[in-house]
C-alpha cells in the first residue's frame, strides 16, 4: 500500500494505491510528471509552453506533440459545444487547463497500469480516476462536494476502472465563462460527470457548466456518460445509470475524500 499527497498544479492530488509490491520509483515518476506538466502548461507562468506559445514565440510546427494534443482535443470540445467550451477567450490569453487537468492526470493513472499498479485513486482536486477495488466486492466510494457546505457531500458514488470529474463555482467563483457570450456561466451551481477517462469526464464537465440549464440535457445525451448535476434552483438532474453507493445517497458527510 501506498499513499502520497502533494499540492502540485495549484490543488492537491493525492495517490490511494493498494497493490502490494514496491511502486516507489513509478509514484515519483506520476509526480514528477505533474510538476512538469505544471512548468510547461500552467498560463500563469511566463515561461511556460504555452503562454510563450501564446505570444507567438513559438510557432505551432515548434510545439511538443504534448500540447498539439492538448489543443486538439480544446478544438474537439469546442466544436462539441457549440463554442461554450472555450480554451481561448476574447481579450484573455491562451487557456487550456479545462483540459490540461483531465488530461494530465488520466496519463498518470495509465502510467500506473503500465507498471502493473491495479488498484488505486489517483484525485485531483475532486477529479478522480479509479482501478480496481479496494476490497473484494466494494467499489472505490467518491463523495461529491455539496455546492453550498463546503464540509459536507451531496451524493457518495461508486467507481471502479472509471472517472469523475466535478465543475462549480465554489471553489474559484465565478471562474467558467461561457464561451459563446464571453459572460461567467450561470444556471447551474455543480456539474458531475461519470465516464471512463479523465480527459472526458472533466472537459463534459465545464462544457456542460458553461452551457448553463441547457448543458443537463447535452450532458445526459453524451455517450457512455452518467451525469449528477445541481441546477441554481437546487434541483438535482441524474441518469439513471449513476452509480449511487447505497443509502448514501444525498446524505451529508465530514469528508469528500475517495474510499
Known amino acids: 500500500m501506498t499513499t502520497r499527497v502533494e499540492q502540485v498544479m495549484g490543488l492537491p492530488i493525492s495517490l490511494d494505491l493498494r497493490d502490494d509490491g514496491d511502486f516507489a520509483e513509478i509514484v515519483d515518476e506520476v509526480f514528477a ?6 512548468a510547461r502548461f500552467s498560463p500563469f507562468k511566463a515561461d511556460s509552453e504555452v503562454s510563450r506559445y501564446d505570444r507567438g514565440e513559438l510557432t505551432a510546427a515548434g510545439l511538443t506533440d504534448d500540447l498539439l494534443e492538448v489543443l486538439e482535443l480544446c478544438a474537439y470540445y469546442e466544436q462539441l459545444s457549440g463554442g461554450a467550451f472555450r480554451a481561448r477567450l476574447p481579450g484573455r490569453g491562451l487557456d487550456p487547463c479545462a483540459v490540461v487537468k483531465g488530461w ?3 496519463r498518470a493513472a ?7 499498479a491495479t488498484t488505486f485513486c489517483l484525485n485531483a482536486g475532486g477529479d478522480v480516476v479509479t482501478a ?3 476490497e473484494p466486492g466494494r467499489p472505490w466510494r467518491v463523495g461529491i462536494r455539496h455546492p453550498e457546505q463546503p464540509l459536507a457531500v451531496c451524493a457518495v458514488l ?3 476502472n472509471g472517472a469523475i470529474a466535478t465543475s462549480a463555482a465554489y471553489e474559484r467563483g465565478s471562474h467558467i465563462v461561457d464561451g459563446r457570450s464571453g459572460t461567467p456561466a450561470t444556471g447551474l ?3 458531475t460527470i461519470v465516464a471512463g477517462d479523465l480527459v472526458t469526464a472533466d472537459a463534459l464537465a465545464t462544457a456542460a457548466f458553461a452551457m448553463g440549464a441547457e448543458g443537463i440535457t447535452w450532458a445526459a445525451d453524451r455517450p457512455d456518460c452518467e451525469i449528477l448535476i445541481v441546477d441554481d434552483s437546487r434541483r438535482v438532474h441524474r441518469t439513471a445509470g449513476l452509480a449511487l453507493a447505497s443509502g448514501e445517497a444525498g446524505r451529508p458527510r465530514a ?5
Open 189 to 191: 451551481m455543480s456539474v
Open 158 to 160: 461508486e467507481s471502479r
Open 104 to 106: 494530465a492526470v488520466q
Open 255 to 259: 469528508s469528500a475524500r475517495a474510499s
Open 110 to 116: 495509465d502510467m500506473l497500469k503500465a507498471e502493473g
Open 33 to 38: 510528471w505533474f510538476r512538469d506538466v505544471d
Open 132 to 134: 480496481g477495488e479496494p
